[in-house]
Structures are given as structure tokens and as C-alpha cells.
């Protein structure tokens, strides 16, 4: 690595958005180096990663395939650790890196929280972070100086909007949503939903979590949560439009009426590609967007009614407490058990809403309550998949 590189940590390496990151740091070699890599189960491709970019460290979550990542590795000079924990090592492993949080679900609280204790930046992929415990990782970059750098496109778009505007001229943000694969199915088609169905986006390659997120539209009650605690906007303030297109990423409105749009491929590098490069622009081969080439862009309301867990992320977010940690925690075991076929595409929303009924009364006031309310809350969601 050249003094003038900055070294990147990506947690979640062989992920969609950690797959992505590599591209970008391999398009620019002379600024970047992927010096930490991780994973949670898929060794194979873990190894090659580490082989082409050699990395100082590579991580695997699961123990039971660290033995083959090692023997893979073994005269490489790369080291190698495995564990939850040791992935929170090394997301604090080096000083002056740049985090990408790439985890997919609860997972990647720790090992953030940990990137943000020694005051790093952190280009943040990882939704959830934030869902499950928004006020204790604003108030640890508070209080530590870390950075947090929105990767979500939407989140990305509109933090590019805010650039040199004052928050107190913010009238609201709009989230723009593709409206995922169902957007046009009839309400009473949606019980007979099958996952190979609903992994089928439109517009986007996803993983299968936030693929079945996304049909369900919870990805973007996910959203909202998240763009309420990265922009201090309260969530009566965040609307969702469905945009088909998904070439406006999202817009920000200001007090004169003004609104300001970021306009794009639906091409998950280039939000990536800002983030590691803030506050500068980095150069892009990337397709360009042609206006002319799509003519119309539209946008609709969503329906609440047919994707009721967009409604209940509004539900928990003004609830407060423990509530979105709930949700969260509920909502991955229904999206597990949709895709294991063990409930189908409409029960999730019960699971979810029944899970936050019954635990309503836990706090969040400390990582550790965090922790508890997540593992009622899993424990709960898993007992009514079993019902």
C-alpha cells in the first residue's frame, strides 16, 4: 500500500454492497486498498476476494468453515481470525481507515458501534444499525467525532442534496421507493406470493434479505427510520413516493418550495463510490443516464394498505423505546421463515405486529437493552412461526 492510499475495512465483503465496494476500490488504485475483509459464511469466495486484493486480515463469522479458509489462505501472508467478536475486532483494527458497513440485519450493530467508539468514518450500508439502535449510534458520533457516510442510495441522495443548505431550511424528505416486484399485483393475489416471485426486483441486485424487504416495501419503513436519526428530520417529515423508474433517488424539499432531486442509474457503485471519496467526486466509467432514454418518470403514493409494514415502521418509530428494535428483530425472522416457506409473503406483517404487541414495554436506554430487546424479540417472532 502507497502512503497516499486509504485503507478500506468492509465488513459483509461478499455481500451485494461489499462485491460493490471492491469494484470501486479496484477502479481506483492509487486511492484506496482493501485492507480488511469479512464474511459470514461464504469462505470460498471470502478467499479468492483476499487472493486478488490482499488484504492484511480476512474474517469469517462462522466458525465451522474457518478451517477452510485458513487451509485456502495458508502461505498467502494474510492473516485470518473467525467469530462474531472477531469481527468486531477488526472493525476497530486499524486507525485510520474507512469503515464500510456492509453487514446485512442486526449483525452489523456491534462490529459499527465498535468502528465508532475509536471516532472512525463509516460508510453506512447497514439499515438496520440505525433501525434497531438510531439514538445510541447518533449519540456515540457525538460524542466520539466518528462520521457516519449514508451508502444507501436513497440516503446517499439525499445527504448530496443537503450539501451546503441549512437544516432549519429542510421542509421534508422524500424517500422515492420502486414499489418492488407487487407494485401493480392486485391485494388479494398477495397471499399466494411465492419467494422466487419476490426475489424478482424490478430494478435492483440485492440480496435476498433486503430483496424480500424491498417487496414488502418494510425496506423503505426501514429507510425512513434511517433517514430520521442520519438527518435529524422528524418522521412526519419523511414522505415515500413510488418512483418505477428509480432514476430519482430521492429529493429534498427547503421552506421556499424549492426541490432538490439526485438523479441516477439504479447502480449501487456510485453512492459507494461517494462515500469513500467524500467530500470529493471521484471519476466514473459508469453508464451515464440518458433523460430521453426513459422519457417519463412517475410518481405514486404508496399503498398502505397492501403493504402494511410500511405502516408499522411509522407505528414504531413514533412509539419510541425499544419498539423499532422489535420490529427489526421480528421482521428477519418472518423475512427467514417466508423464504424456508414456513409462512407465507402476507403473514409477515402479523408476525412483526404481533411481536411488538406483545413486547411494547422494553426500554432502549443502553447497547445492552438493545441487545435484550433483540433477542425477545427474535425469540417471540420464532414462537409465532410455529403456531
Given at each position: 500500500m502507497s502512503n497516499s492510499e486509504t485503507e478500506i475495512t468492509i465488513l459483509g465483503s461478499t455481500g451485494s454492497i461489499g462485491t460493490q465496494t471492491l469494484d470501486v476500490i479496484e477502479s481506483h488504485p492509487d486511492r484506496f486498498h482493501a485492507a480488511v475483509l469479512t464474511a459470514g459464511r461464504n469462505w470460498e469466495l471470502l478467499a479468492r476476494q483476499a487472493l486478488r486484493h490482499r488484504p492484511r486480515l480476512v474474517v469469517i463469522a462462522d466458525n465451522s468453515v474457518y478451517p477452510q479458509l485458513k487451509d485456502a489462505l495458508a502461505g498467502s501472508g494474510i492473516e485470518t481470525a473467525s467469530g462474531p467478536?472477531?469481527?468486531?475486532?477488526?472493525?476497530?483494527?486499524?486507525?485510520?481507515?474507512?469503515?464500510?458497513?456492509?453487514?446485512?440485519?442486526?449483525?452489523?450493530?456491534?462490529?459499527?458501534?465498535?468502528?465508532?467508539?475509536?471516532?472512525?468514518?463509516?460508510?453506512?450500508?447497514?439499515?438496520?444499525?440505525?433501525?434497531?439502535?438510531?439514538?445510541?449510534?447518533?449519540?456515540?458520533?457525538?460524542?466520539?467525532?466518528?462520521?457516519?457516510?449514508?451508502?444507501?442510495?436513497?440516503?446517499?441522495?439525499?445527504?448530496?442534496?443537503?450539501?451546503?443548505?441549512?437544516?432549519?431550511?429542510i421542509r421534508k424528505i422524500i424517500l422515492t421507493a420502486s414499489g418492488g416486484p407487487f407494485?401493480?399485483?392486485?391485494?388479494?393475489?398477495?397471499?399466494?406470493?411465492?419467494?422466487?416471485?419476490?426475489?424478482?426486483?424490478?430494478?435492483?441486485d440485492m440480496g435476498a434479505k433486503v430483496t424480500i424487504d424491498s417487496a414488502s416495501m418494510m425496506n423503505k419503513g426501514l429507510e425512513m427510520i434511517e433517514a430520521r436519526w442520519l438527518f435529524?428530520?422528524?418522521?412526519?417529515?419523511?414522505?415515500?413516493?413510488?418512483?418505477?423508474?428509480?432514476?430519482?433517488?430521492?429529493?429534498?424539499?427547503?421552506?421556499?418550495?424549492?426541490?432538490?432531486?439526485?438523479?441516477?442509474?439504479?447502480?449501487?457503485?456510485?453512492?459507494?463510490?461517494?462515500?469513500?471519496?467524500?467530500?470529493?467526486?471521484?471519476?466514473?466509467?459508469?453508464?451515464r443516464l440518458s433523460l430521453t432514454a426513459y422519457g417519463t418518470l412517475t410518481f405514486e403514493e404508496p399503498d398502505f394498505n397492501k403493504f402494511p409494514l410500511l405502516g408499522i415502521a411509522y407505528q414504531a418509530i413514533a412509539t419510541g423505546a425499544a419498539a423499532p428494535t422489535v420490529m427489526n428483530a421480528a421482521n428477519e425472522v418472518a423475512v427467514r421463515a417466508f423464504l424456508n416457506r414456513q409462512i407465507r409473503f402476507t403473514d409477515m406483517p402479523r408476525v412483526v405486529r404481533e411481536t411488538m404487541d406483545k413486547l411494547s414495554h422494553l426500554?432502549?436506554?443502553?447497547?445492552?437493552?438493545?441487545?435484550?430487546?433483540?433477542?425477545?424479540?427474535t425469540r417471540a417472532a420464532s414462537e409465532l412461526i410455529t403456531l
Open positions: 467478536e472477531a469481527i468486531a475486532d477488526a472493525a476497530g483494527l486499524l486507525s485510520d481507515d474507512i469503515v464500510v458497513g456492509a453487514m446485512v440485519g442486526y449483525s452489523g450493530l456491534e462490529p459499527t458501534l465498535r468502528a465508532l467508539e475509536m471516532g472512525k468514518t463509516v460508510a453506512l450500508a447497514n439499515k438496520e444499525t440505525l433501525v434497531a439502535a438510531g439514538r445510541i449510534v447518533t449519540d456515540t458520533c457525538r460524542r466520539t467525532g466518528a462520521r457516519l457516510l449514508p451508502v444507501d442510495s436513497e440516503h446517499s441522495a439525499i445527504f448530496q442534496c443537503l450539501q451546503g443548505e441549512s437544516h432549519d431550511k407494485r401493480t399485483t392486485q391485494a388479494d393475489m398477495m397471499d399466494s406470493i411465492t419467494p422466487e416471485q419476490a426475489l424478482k426486483h424490478p430494478n435492483w435529524d428530520v422528524a418522521p412526519e417529515d419523511i414522505e415515500i413516493l413510488v418512483h418505477p423508474q428509480s432514476v430519482v433517488h430521492s429529493m429534498v424539499e427547503y421552506i421556499d418550495g424549492s426541490v432538490k432531486a439526485q438523479l441516477g442509474l439504479p447502480d449501487m457503485r456510485m453512492p459507494i463510490r461517494y462515500a469513500l471519496g467524500y467530500p470529493e467526486r471521484l471519476p466514473s466509467r459508469a453508464e426500554t432502549a436506554d443502553s447497547a445492552s437493552d438493545i441487545r435484550t430487546a433483540h433477542e425477545l424479540a
